[in-house]
């Protein structure tokens, strides 16, 4: 037999080499070559397996019936609505988040909720494992958080080996929460904790005891500079659900953000402000992001932005400086995409008559909101020919519609969720585009085709 050659597999991708390089030839990641033992199942083995004979699985239609999984809410709606509904027993949750935003206060929180047998009254086994505070300094934060009796079995531990042996005499906690998978360590390979490889080890020896023993665990992770989940992203494929902890230490507000769910949809979040007693729920976004607004302010639009299945009011707001003939104009954006923006301006010059070129351009969603949604070009634009023309948008409207290249606004998804919050929220008009204008709205609806057309209504020519 051949003796089995080096081989090295980008973490990033999968793609294999013989040969270790600095970048990955297939996704061009830096320094995600790593070496792997075991040989490459060749085509000839690949066709040998086809032919030897293995057990038949069993087929069925996609009608059969279906057994749910086992959920169990926390009693913390915002909490239980980013998970589909709550945990799922024998499944794993990824909790990821910059340090310092909330995650082992939340986890916390959730530890407490259900082994005090919120919301349904029974009372539910939770172990809580942390590898980066002591036992004392995690009673001393649920004390603080007026958790102090909440009957949570507590552990400060690293090893897996240990706190799986500890957690498999007698019945298996009904929720596990590892804080963080970063600070784990398995014996069953080497490497320091927090590396690639132990992570993975770790995570999957804590997943097995999961799956088998029914067990809800949740995995604390780190994110590294670039936002993704630090170490692996393999841990975002071991696991069923993923979930970002995102907001800005300065700001109070925090969103917990559904990335990927095997047992629900990804597109709902869950809204918490960071109070002194612990993150709190927050029902109504809305009121949150929006500041007190003044008559007669120029450069600010309200957009009615979607979460999912869930309207949040957010103020858009931006500010054009003249300049000096010569120097190259800045344009900074917080809060949205700044490829968009640029998008919005050349409409504006090409389609409207209106020029940008000789003056700076800022544009911030207040609140530290992050818009993703398409529908915001709209409201962009209303606060970019205020912020120019120094006229206002008026103070009772909102304003979405998708722009297009040419000039046209193009219909948006779900308008008439987007007007109801609107109208919740006390706003008496909306600049919508003209295919829109018809919608059933308890708000006067100016419907607009071009944004040519948009600009001329405000501009009052
Ligand atoms: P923490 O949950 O430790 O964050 P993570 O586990 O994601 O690293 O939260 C730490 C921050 O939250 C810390 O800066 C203090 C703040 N905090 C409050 O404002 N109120 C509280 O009740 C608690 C427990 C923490
Ligand atoms: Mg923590």
Redesign the pocket.
Known sequence: MAKPQKRYVCQACGSVSHRWTGQCGDCAEWNTLVEEAGAVVTPFQAKHNLQSGGRTVQLVGLDADIALPDRMATGIAELDRALGGGFVQGSATLIG??????????LLQAAARLASGAPDGAARRVAYVSGEEAADQVRL?AR??GLGNAPVQLAAATSTRDILTTLSIGAAPDLLVI?SIQTMHSDLIEGAPGTVSQVRASAQELIRFAKERGTALVL?GHVTKDGSIAGPRVLEHMVDTVLA?EGE?SHQYRILRAIKNRFGGTDEIGVFS?????LSEVANPSALFLTHRDEGVTGATVFPALEGTRPVLVEIQALTVRLASGATPRRAVVGWDSGRLAMILAVLEARCGLSFSSAEVYLNVAGGYRVQDPAADLAVAAALVSALSERPVPVDAVAFGEIALSGEIRPVAHAALRLKEAGKLGFERALVPTAMAKEESALTLSGFRTLAQFVDHMLGR
């Open positions: 988040g910059d340090p310092g935003i909330g995650k082992s206060t939340l934060r603080r958080l804080d604390v902890f230490r960071m109070q002194s007693e612990g």
